[in-house]
Structures are given as C-alpha cells and as structure tokens.
C-alpha cells in the first residue's frame, strides 16, 4: 500500500516523522465511502512519465467494448494514500505510483486514456458495481468474496506485513499471540481491516487472552499518522507498502518478521462487461512481456511483487 516521489513531514511538537507522501492531504479520501473527485493522472505527466516502446494492438483495443471506448478514456477508481502503488504527487494534483504508470501503458495497448479518479477504497467496488466508474485498479487483493462482485485481472502480489516504531520496544510479531490485548491500525476495507484483525482478535479470545482493539481509517495516511503519534501500537498493510512506509520514515518505523498470506492484486472490472476483461489481461500480459513493466516496478521499488503471468479470478479464498 517512493524519490521526486515523495517528502515526509514532522509532527508538530517534534515527534516522530509523519508517514505521509507529500501531499498526502489527499486525505479528501476521508468521508463516505462513495466520495471522489475529479483529479486525474495527466498522460504527458512528467511525475509519472509515459511507457515507452509500447504500441497499440489491434486485436485487444477491438475487444474493448464501444460503451467504454466510445469517448476514448476508461474512468479508472483509485485510493491515492498507498504510496508506492498510488499516491498524490508534490504537485497535491497528479495521481502517480505504480498503478498509475501500469494503467497508462495498458492505455496505449488498448488504444484508450485510463483517466484515474480518487475515490475512497471501500467505496471503489460498490462504484463499480452502480456504474460509477469502469475499473478499479487500487492493490486490491484477488479473493473469492470480491469476486462475486467483480472480475479481476492480476497484475502484481503482494503479502501482509507488520510495522511497528523503531527498535519494537512491545517486541511484537505477526505470528503469535504479542498483538492481543494491543491497538492495531488498517485502512478500512482491507484484507488486513476485513478479515486480518478480526481473525487475530477471534484466535485471542480463543486462548484467553484480550481481543486487539481495531482500529480503521479511511485511508493508509491515516494509519501512518496513528502509528507516527502513538494512537496505535501497531499496523498492518500490504508488505510492499509497509516496506516502503518504513524505508521512507527515515528510521521511526521498521517492519517485522515476514510478510504472510502472499496474493495477487488485480484490476477490478465490473460483472457482464462483455470482452473488456479478457482484453485488459491480454494488455496485460504483453504488458508484463515487455521491458516497461519491470521499468516501471522498479522505479518505485517494487520489483518484488513482479509476476509473469496475468489471470483473471485466480483468488484462493
């Protein structure tokens, strides 16, 4: 959930740094979970920079259903405070990160402008599902319980990890009972908010010990700013995410032990869309063939969640 990518700012009082990318007000996430804005990647940005060495394909661009292709763009759903994936560049306008990146080059294989628009994370599937938007492409993990409500096309994987202050003075660990009876922190409509937490409070009361007290927020800046002021002990968040939270705290955080429960992210795309869905993983996979996709990975230092192949509804649970 990385260089001109991103600056961090203090606490006032001087406490410990805020794990906020710059411009990370973005935190116009929070509100009801259907709220978004208008503010879109631009294709020429220079913060995210166009893929080259990409070109249209015929054959995908003409699966693409007119309804989406007809005004040349696909209205693309994102949650922009998951920096390395997706987040709010040093312009507080410019939507850039992985996701960005990976949706325009898929625009220019599929011959179509994926405009992005922010929206809240547990907002963007329900927007799908009203119409409200035509992708959601936002580190969302492929599971069975999404997928009665959308496809997905995979793209990238990604585990859950654990951070916690520099040096883990309560000397936690994601395995184990040291969470119990402790505040954690998620973003709201996550894995690790949805079904993590909760498990882990379930298996405490299990063994006699205290349940976690759970702590959501609407966005993933809101979870870095409770860890960066003590509100909560610890957090939990996507592994290449949390990684990037404490590469970029300058030492506040640090994350511990493994990353756990390793799945694919995929592009969500509404139920019944006709050929849209084969066609984004066949963009996809020439995506992934291709030099752009690891150029783009690893210029946000996300190689480690590179795949080499694209599937769509591969979910296990």
Known sequence: MRRARGSFGVVAGGAALLLLVAACGSSNNAGSSGSSSSTTTSGSS??????????KDAKLAAMVPKSVSSDGKVVVATDPTYAPMEFIGSDNTTLIGVDPELGQALGQILGIQFQFQKATFDGIIPGLASGKYELGMSSFTDTKQREKVVDFVTYFKAGT?????????KHLSP??????????????????????MPARSKKCVADGKKPLNEKTYPGQDGVNLALSTGRIDAALADSGVAGYMAEKSHGSFQTVGKAYSTAPYGIAVPKNDGQFTKALQ?????????????????????????????????AKS
């Open 46 to 55: 220079s913060s995210s920079g166009a893929a080259t060495g990409l070109k």
């Open 161 to 169: 990890a654990l951070l916690v202050p520099k040096g883990n003075p």
């Open 175 to 196: 395995t184990g009972d040291s969470l119990c009876g402790l505040t954690v922190g998620a973003e709201k409509g996550t894995i690790q908010s949805d079904s993590d």
């Open 282 to 314: 066949g963009a996809m996979q020439k995506l992934i063939n291709s030099p752009e996709y690891m150029k783009i990975l690893k210029k946000w230092d996300a190689q480690q969640g590179a795949i080499t192949t694209s599937q769509i509804n591969v």
